[in-house]
């Protein structure tokens, strides 16, 4: 298996709702990311988990809130969103901790939009 | 702080015309370089990367890349583009060190139009 999995594919929340994003990996990488997309912009790296535990973290809000549970999945708890939060969310995975990787491989993202 | 610079925001080229994109990074130690291709309505698919070695390597869909250590380069090219590359070009780097180090940092992206 050498894909990450996301879900849901599209997600529409309102601003007072919680939702969470998942994503999933069986390619026994132990460094997983979050990243936003806007349309036609790069994506902006949000969190970095090295073996389960949240090495980085860019200075995002506290609404979005990340959870590693396990080596293989990666959460994104979402609550009290704002319409500019709408974008394509993307989770990736590498194989080594933040000093020394390979490619990464993205999974297929999350459009999110927030009514 | 490390960064990525695609020189061009929008491309556009005839079907059959030859393409080169550029990507300049600014980290001066060991990096690792890839090309990303995101297609409309579509995620992110890894072109080529650059780990060590050959400075010459070639990806998929006939793309290939050149890493230039003394220009801190890694520019893409394809001899003759089709129709179906029209996309969104991403150059990223990742520093394998320092207290960036795994970061993978995107440059601002190139919009490739192919006419028909």
């Known amino acids: 298996d050498t894909e990450v999995t996301q879900t849901p594919k599209h997600l529409v929340m309102g601003m007072t709702n919680k939702k969470s994003l998942k994503c999933e990996q069986h390619?026994?990488?132990?460094?997983m990311y979050w990243y936003k997309q806007k349309a036609k912009k790069p994506p902006e790296l949000m969190f970095v988990?090295?073996?389960?535990?949240?090495?980085i973290n860019e200075s995002v809000p506290s609404r979005f809130s990340p959870e590693c549970p396990n080596s293989s999945l990666l959460n994104l708890h979402l609550h009290a969103l704002q319409p500019e939060d709408s974008a394509l969310y993307l989770c990736?995975?590498?194989?080594?901790?933040?000093?020394?990787?390979?490619?990464?491989?993205f999974g297929s993202g999350t459009r999110l939009t927030v009514v | 702080a490390q960064s990525v610079s695609q020189h061009n925001h929008h491309v556009i080229l005839s079907e059959a015309a030859s393409l080169e994109l550029g990507c300049n990074y600014s980290?001066?130690?060991?990096?690792?370089l890839f090309w990303y291709v995101q297609y409309p309505g579509q995620h992110l698919q890894l072109l080529l990367k650059?780990?060590?070695?050959?400075?010459l390597v070639k990806g998929i869909k006939g793309f290939e890349a050149e890493f230039i250590k003394s220009k801190f380069s890694f520019n893409l090219r394809k001899p003759s583009v089709q129709w179906s590359d029209t996309a969104e070009y991403f150059c990223?780097?990742?520093?394998?060190?320092?207290?960036?180090?795994?970061?993978?940092?995107f440059g601002q992206g190139t919009e490739l139009s192919v006419k028909p």
């Open positions: 650059y780990f060590s070695g050959d400075p």
């Open positions: 988990y090295s073996y389960e535990k949240l090495s």
């Open positions: 990223a780097v990742i520093n394998t060190g320092g207290n960036q180090g795994g970061k993978l940092i």
């Open positions: 980290y001066g130690g060991t990096v690792n």
């Open positions: 990736a995975s590498s194989q080594g901790d933040n000093r020394v990787v390979g490619g990464y491989t």
């Open positions: 390619m026994g990488h132990r460094a």
